[in-house]
């Protein structure tokens, strides 16, 4: 999620609550991938190695802790001068709303885990939320809903077509050796390349179950209306389906609840976004067939359609690959990283899988499937043993929220020899080859780099996918591509174009961010670092006294350059374990949900829909937004 500073740069009026110990501790103990913080003004890591280097990343983690140390000294106010920020809100007001946070919080589990000593007893403190929905325009949440469906068939097209993948990739894997090292295994196991088609023979067959999210920021046209671009892709370890869900009741009920209260604080809001109040009232009928929508904070159905479509993947392997006699019930293997603090948000699909479908869910890490997990050669079946002599436990679907970047593989790449290097590695190979099915597969994951994205924008790549004979889902998809631009050997002239209006026009680097091959925010470059970063990989020379030839480093491969995106400001209040934390302006992300499942070498869609909606809020001052990574709160959209 990568929030971009907007162009009025209007001085912001926010004040803090000093961070607790306990936040603080959280905080510091907090893994860089499973960390749910606020950051305002994140310092950077010393960019001296590649942004795929373990140790860009540990600079990264140390400086996100450094910096939230420096939050507790420095943020001293009061809870009064907050009030002051919030004119439109009485104390009495913000009072009884952040008791109805804290206690609903409590009782629907809208928690995050406290990390600590793992011999001791676990404990959860409130996840960090705003407090209030903000404004979101019902037609465009509605077209953000109705692209569910093809962003995920287009996902499941390219992740088929070898050919593209390796091309799109080609300068991405001399650079990012992750990107890399996935790119090899899926050649080897799904192109049959080195080790030949027997190898990847059960993988090729296996159902492909995506469980992904869009991501949209609004961004206003040349028509001063705001429309949804997309800001990534995510086909990996999408999460906060379930703590999301559980903050769009919660607003539901306190804007009922409390509505004669929130008038004007909503009301401000809406003027931000749709200039007027009031254009839409009452029930409308929504276009895409759901149940009607109405004005207000709608309900995400995210709790009941991934547990569904995983249902649907659990049952397909029973099918095929289990028999009436089989003793034992399949699990569902979620692969989770060790010391994991967002376990809230995946123990709520837990216990929807087995509330809803009686479908047992087994937790690991890669690691522990390293050690514990086997692969029957001759059958595709993954099993291991579950311990107290009971028979071996047979894996129908695996569900990835972890392995998604560099650091979830700290032994390294080198699976060659037998030094206890590589086990991470290891383990995702030996589950991929498996039958089970895999949420994502190697190919979905794929997909989703930030360098196919980039692809896709250019003119005629959707379209390889979604001939016009399909009809008109390549045209709906590219109203909500943004700008993005290639920085490696396929560099154009429109790519350039870009390139050079961030070294040489004033102003030019606040109008793009740089971005890597990368899940989980924190990585990206802006404004003087972004144009700084081309610089010392550019070489420049003149061609005259008013133009410039630039040539870019292959250093350069790994990124790609996007359009800088303005969404509107609105004001939030936002909460850190059940208290206020600040006031202020702020921007959003909506994120929208889909599911799919597709058969093996033949590729039938079987299942594909829309599955629910996430919002992510920060202060408008703040470059990165990753809710994970410890930048922004968890909101939801208030209809309008």
């Not at 080195?194 to 469980?211: C, F, P, Q, T, V």
């Not at 994991?340 to 948000?345: G, I, L, P, Q």
């Not at 920085?487 to 680097?509: I, M």
């Amino acid at each position: 999620m990568n929030f971009r500073r907007p162009h009025f740069q209007s001085k912001r009026h926010f004040t803090l609550l000093a961070a607790t110990t306990l936040h603080a501790a959280f905080v510091l103990a907090s893994s860089s991938s499973s960390l749910i913080a606020f950051s305002f003004i994140l310092p950077t890591p010393t960019r001296t190695t590649a942004a795929s280097s373990p140790a860009f990343y540990a600079a990264h983690k140390n400086n996100i802790k450094t910096h939230h140390s420096s939050i507790q000294s420095r943020l001293q106010s009061k809870e009064d001068d907050i009030m002051s920020e919030v004119s439109s809100m009485d104390p009495q007001t913000l009072s009884q709303l952040v008791e109805y946070a804290t206690s609903f919080s409590a009782a629907n589990g809208l928690q995050v885990e406290v990390p600590g000593d793992s011999t001791k007893k676990k404990s959860y403190i409130t996840a960090p939320i705003s407090l209030l929905p903000q404004s979101y325009p019902l037609d465009q949440f509605r077209h953000a809903k109705s692209l569910a469906g093809p962003f995920n068939e287009l996902v499941d097209r390219i992740s088929r077509d070898g050919e593209f993948l390796k091309e799109t990739l080609r300068d991405v894997r001399g650079v990012d050796e992750y990107t890399g090292k996935l790119l090899d295994l899926y050649e080897e196991i799904y192109l049959g390349e080195n080790k030949g088609m027997e190898w990847g023979k059960h993988a090729r067959s296996a159902d492909r179950l995506g469980i992904l999210r869009s991501d949209y920021m609004l961004h206003q046209s040349s028509s001063n209306e705001y429309s949804i671009k997309q800001v990534e892709l995510n086909t990996i370890a999408s999460s906060f389906a379930g703590l999301a869900s559980t903050v769009a009741k919660l607003h539901g009920f306190m804007t009922k609840r409390m509505e004669g209260d929130l008038t004007q604080f909503l009301g401000e809001n809406e003027r931000a976004v749709m200039g007027n109040v009031g254009t839409t009232n009452g029930v409308v009928s929504a276009a895409d067939g759901d149940a009607e929508l109405e004005r207000g904070v709608p309900q995400s159905p995210a709790m009941t359609r991934l547990p569904s479509a995983m249902a649907v993947a659990y049952n397909r392997y029973r099918e095929r690959f289990i028999s009436d006699s089989d003793a034992t019930q399949p699990v569902l293997l979620f692969v989770v990283q060790p010391n994991e603090t967002n376990t809230v948000d995946q123990r709520l699909l837990e216990f929807a899988l087995w509330n809803n479908h009686e479908i047992p869910v087994v937790r690991m890490s890669l690691a522990e499937i390293h050690d514990k997990v086997t692969l029957d050669e001759t059958t595709g079946r993954l099993t291991f043993d579950h311990g107290s002599g009971s028979a071996k436990q047979e894996v129908a679907v695996v569900y990835f929220r972890a392995g998604y970047a560099p650091t979830d593989y700290p032994s390294g790449y080198d699976t060659t020899n037998a030094n206890s290097s590589g086990v991470e590695w290891l383990a995702r190979q030996r589950l991929e080859r498996g039958s089970a099915t895999k949420c994502p597969s190697l190919g979905y994951h794929l997909a989703g780099a930030k360098k196919v994205q980039q692809e896709l924008a250019r003119a005629g790549v959707v379209e390889r996918f979604f001939p016009a004979a399909d009809g008109d889902e390549a045209a709906e998809m590219r109203t909500a591509f943004a700008g993005l631009y290639s920085l490696g050997d396929d560099v154009n002239e429109e790519d350039l174009r870009a390139v050079k209006e961030v070294l040489f026009q004033e102003g030019g680097e606040g109008r793009y961010v740089l971005k890597p091959q990368r899940e989980g925010g924190g990585y990206n470059f802006y404004g003087k670092e972004l144009a700084d970063k081309l610089k010392e990989n550019c070489t420049i020379t003149a061609v005259d006294d008013k133009e410039s030839d630039v040539q870019l480093s292959p250093a350069l491969s790994e990124f790609i350059l996007m359009e800088r995106l303005f969404p509107p400001q609105q004001r939030a209040i936002l909460t850190r374990n059940g208290q206020v934390e600040g006031t202020g302006m702020t921007i959003s992300e909506l994120g929208c949900f889909g599911t799919i499942i597709a058969s093996g070498e033949e590729g039938e869609v079987v299942h594909n829909e829309y599955a629910g909606f996430l919002l992510r809020t920060k202060f408008s001052g703040v470059d990165e937004g990753g809710v994970a990574s410890g930048f922004a709160t968890l909101s939801s959209p208030y209809l309008c």
